[in-house]
């Protein structure tokens, strides 16, 4: 069984809509996808429809945006009731915060360079506006030749044109998570190519506060790390997870490159109580 469980549709900042993202995903042989777009639900009706058509296991989640002392941190949600919950309503503040400093991102780069707002709000297609879409409103300029350059150069962090996202803590949000009913995975946690990492004292917080699991599996964690955050998991009994974190020509990750074992899903499903699976 071909399970991956993180992939980004238009809702955030994927290039399919989250039907696509299913069709795409059963065309490619993944049985169970985790439909995880930043910092949103927005996507997980028409993903559910799908998913029943295309006879594909739907996981519903979030990557929920983070900062650790000044890192970037990612902690996925599965399977959360998000309907009334404190989470939903910190990813809502969270939306609202990004779409306003993706709106002076703007104004500043327009200073230097043919992009405008418009452009930004048209590449993200009706979903909640971020840096990918700037990046793809620079390639359209020809500015920069693809997202990867345009986050390597202009959007990096110490660039002129950068404006931190101000966002929760992971370990509040593992909290309402957990409050939600959901399973809380860190995602891609060795990713030292995109910037500073959690040190190991942040990780052992994470835990403490309740952290049910590590993405592995993971093309952005050095195969010496896999082994290292294998044996963490191991030791504290985290759930282990594998995936692509596709985002369709955004990135390119492809879909089911790394997967996640069977029974690590149903420890997910076990923890998880906030809703069920759909499709399948």
């Known amino acids: 069984m071909l399970i991956d469980l993180h992939a980004h549709s238009l809702a955030s900042d994927g290039t399919q809509t989250p039907a696509e993202l299913v069709a795409d995903a059963a065309d490619h042989g993944v ?100 840096r990918p879409h700037i990046a793809d409103a620079l390639v359209d300029a020809g500015v920069v030749p693809d997202r990867s350059a345009a986050f390597a150069t202009l959007l990096a962090k110490g660039s002129p044109y950068h404006v931190s996202l101000p966002v929760q803590s992971p370990l509040t949000a593992i909290r309402l998570i957990r409050e939600a009913e959901g399973a809380s995975v860190f995602a891609h946690p060795a990713a030292s190519a995109r910037g500073r990492v959690v040190p190991d004292a942040g990780i052992r917080a994470m835990i403490e506060a309740g952290l049910d699991g590590l993405e592995v599996d993971h093309r ?52 998880a109580t906030g809703i069920g699976l759909v499709g399948g």
Do not use: M
């Not at 049985?31 to 997980?44: A, F």
């Open 31 to 130: 049985q169970v996808l985790g439909l995880t777009d930043h910092d949103t639900v927005r996507g997980w009706d028409e993903a559910a429809i799908a998913a029943v058509e295309h006879g594909v296991t739907l996981v519903r989640g979030i990557e929920v945006s983070c900062r650790y002392e000044g890192i970037s941190v990612h902690v996925l949600a599965y399977l959360p009731a998000a309907d009334g919950s404190e989470l939903l309503a910190t990813l809502e503040e969270t939306r609202r915060v990004r779409v306003a400093r993706g709106r002076r991102i703007a104004e500043r780069l327009s200073e230097d360079f043919p992009v405008s707002w418009e452009q930004i709000t048209a590449r993200a297609a009706g979903g909640t506006v971020g």
């Open 220 to 271: 952005d964690n050095p195969p010496e790390a896999r082994r290292a955050l294998r044996e963490r998991a191991a030791a504290h009994g985290l759930i282990v997870t594998g995936s692509s974190d596709y985002h369709g020509s955004g990135k390119p990750n492809r879909l089911g490159e790394h997967d996640t074992d069977p029974g690590q899903l149903a420890r997910i499903v076990d923890r």
